[in-house]
């Protein structure tokens, strides 16, 4: 409003920024609605009763821990075996990331190349690739609110709840980007074979499920 002159008392950089915590730090975060990891069984044994390839690349999704476009991009010449080399210009960290691929998510690749023969990607209808709105789709048919996104968050919490892999590992897993630089600089392996331990536990408890939970349908 012009009504005093000189430099502005409350400039954030070179001033407040050096007194003051930023703001991002006081910003409310908004989870992605997950799964309790406990029901998680029983969903995957649902998932696998429906059709489609939507449903076979939302079970691929979580048995991998990925994000849903690392999944319906993902072509079939990234495979090699048991191993899904993801680019790095696919990444959100821009870090080319292996995934060792468990017996199950060897079936599923198996299944959807059957069902679509001559395309070029993991899961597509007749050569066209998943749309982002697919696994959504699928998971609202199913009468499940809850994100594919938040299956990453389902993972995180069983890993950290339920087993002795490091936080390191898991972070691997998910392909999450180093935010200590020094630490980043040193970090120059990608624990695959540690990896590949957690996702195979991670596939045993998605295929066990236990009688003694009761799931509570909302009023």
């Given amino acids: 409003r012009k009504l005093r002159s000189g430099m502005n008392p409350a400039l ?26 406990r029901s998680l069984p029983t969903f995957m044994s649902k998932l696998r009763e429906m059709d489609g390839m939507a449903a076979l690349a939302l079970e691929f999704l979580i048995l991998n821990a990925n994000r849903t476009s690392e999944v319906t991009d993902a072509l079939r010449t990234e495979v090699n075996g048991d191993i899904w080399t993801i680019p790095a210009d696919r990444m959100k960290a821009r870090v080319e990331h292996r995934v060792p691929l468990c017996n199950r998510s060897l079936e599923i690749l198996d299944i959807a190349k059957a069902l679509d ?62 935010s200590n630089k020094v630490e980043a600089a040193y970090r120059r392996k990608d624990l695959l074979e540690k990896r590949r331990l957690l996702l195979n536990d991670w596939e045993m408890h998605c295929n066990t499920i236990n009688e003694n939970v009761v799931e509570l349908k909302a009023a």
Avoid: C
């Fill in 12 to 37: 954030w950089r070179g001033l407040l920024q050096t007194i003051l915590p930023a703001p991002k730090k006081f910003q409310k975060v908004k989870h992605h609605k997950a799964l309790p990891y």
């Fill in 117 to 178: 023969k001559n395309s070029d990607y993991l899961f597509s209808q007749k050569g066209k690739k998943l749309s982002n709105m697919a696994m959504p789709m699928m998971l609202r048919r199913m009468g499940i609110d809850v994100t594919v996104h938040g299956f990453r968050s389902t993972f995180r919490d069983w890993v950290s709840e339920e087993t002795m892999h490091s936080p390191e590992v898991a972070e691997m897993a998910l392909a999450h980007a180093i």
